[in-house]
T-cell receptor, first 114, second 110 residues
Framework: NAGVTQTPKFQVLKTGQSMTLQCAQD?????MYWYRQDPGMGLRLIYY???????DKGEVPNGYNVSRLNKREFSLRLESAAPSQTSVYFC?????????????FGQGTRLTVV | RKEVEQDPGPFNVPEGATVAFNCTYS??????FFWYRQDCRKEPKLLMS???SGNEDGRFTAQLNRASQYISLLIRDSKLSDSATYLC???????????FGGGTRVLVKP
């Protein structure tokens, strides 16, 4: 019963390097999300995808791009990493837009940019 | 103004006591509301949904006040294991956007 799977769990990048964070869900959910969490703060929405084929910016999209590859997968790309992007990144999914549908989270990716 | 705001705390609570805290939201188009719990920067997990009429789940009671645009969480008979950060989440129907508050830290002490 995997739920939401994120890879990698840990990553250290040098400034200017690029990388893609992968996220996959096996719950047949329509919506997927990427958040970042900095120390002492809540989760800030980077991008989200209400359904396959759509993506929208959240609160803090600058420096990131996303791809909703199919219904299962939603990736987050850092084209040129900066120290300000050091954070814990969480991917989440939820069933859809009707009712009180719960969001499920992956275990997070701890990214350090040096 | 942030879309969802919470008192960051910490709320220092004696074991067995009651603690309550609020979350305010700015967008009147918000449709659904949730409380999540987060331990030590692990992934957040759903504590409870918040229904219009208010709802209870064991020692936890959630209320929604649409007129004043806030939700609340009350924890009765606090346990040491209730120590965590409680995150308020607001869902907007358009795009199924989920927005988190900054979290309220609760520390239950013996």
């Amino acid at each position: 019963n995997a739920g939401v799977t994120q890879t990698p769990k840990f990553q250290v990048l040098k400034t200017g390097q690029s990388m893609t964070l992968q996220c996959a869900q096996d719950m047949n959910h329509n919506s997927m999300y990427w958040y970042r969490q900095d120390p002492g703060m809540g989760l800030r929405l980077i991008y989200y995808s209400a359904s396959e084929g759509t993506t929208d910016k959240g609160e803090v999209p600058n420096g990131y791009n996303v791809s909703r590859l199919n219904k299962r997968e939603f990736s987050l790309r850092l084209e040129s990493a900066a120290p300000s992007q050091t954070s814990v990144y969480f991917c989440a999914s939820s069933a859809g837009s009707s009712g009180n549908t719960e969001a499920f989270f992956g275990q997070g990716t701890r990214l350090t940019v040096v | 103004r942030k879309e969802v705001e919470q008192d960051p705390g910490p709320f220092n609570v004696p074991e067995g006591a009651t603690v309550a805290f609020n979350c305010t939201y700015s967008n009147s188009a918000s449709q659904s509301f949730f409380w999540y719990r987060q331990d030590c920067r692990k992934e957040p997990k759903l504590l409870m949904s918040v229904y219009s009429s208010g709802n209870e789940d064991g020692r936890f009671t959630a209320q929604l006040n649409r007129a004043s645009q806030y939700i609340s969480l009350l924890i009765r008979d606090s346990k040491l294991s209730d120590s965590a950060t409680y995150l308020c989440v607001v869902r907007r129907a358009a795009g199924n956007k989920l927005t988190f508050g900054g979290g309220t830290r609760v520390l239950v002490k013996p």
